[in-house]
């Protein structure tokens, strides 16, 4: 069963349309303002902690986080899949994780230890 921000668009909606919606609803989670209306393939969020860029890719997303204020600037990316009805509320989590392990230290990652498995 497809999640319900998923589910509506599929049928009738190019896939930037999801795409637009799946990144907004991600930025909604995090407390953040939606992108620019006109950010259509790419749209770039900036927490305290944590810099996300979103790009469109056919049948999902790629995003890549960066935490650009430690000594040494690092950074994850992830691909999503839409068939794989990906949830706005895990990847919200997995961003949070992100922004976290930056102001704790070298304590090991959620967000790695998601992805491993």
Partial sequence: MLPPWLQSRLAVEPS????VSFTDE???LLELP???PAEVYE???DTD???MV???REGGAALFLERP???LREGVSMRL???HSPDPAVVASMIRAYGRRGRRGRRPCLLARLLRR
């Fill in 81 to 83: 899949e839409w068939h």
């Fill in 54 to 56: 979103w790009r469109h």
């Fill in 49 to 51: 902690h944590v810099w």
């Fill in 26 to 28: 991600v930025a909604r």
């Fill in 34 to 36: 939606p992108a620019p």
């Fill in 69 to 71: 204020y430690g000594e």
């Fill in 43 to 45: 749209r770039s969020y």
């Fill in 16 to 19: 930037t349309h999801t795409f």
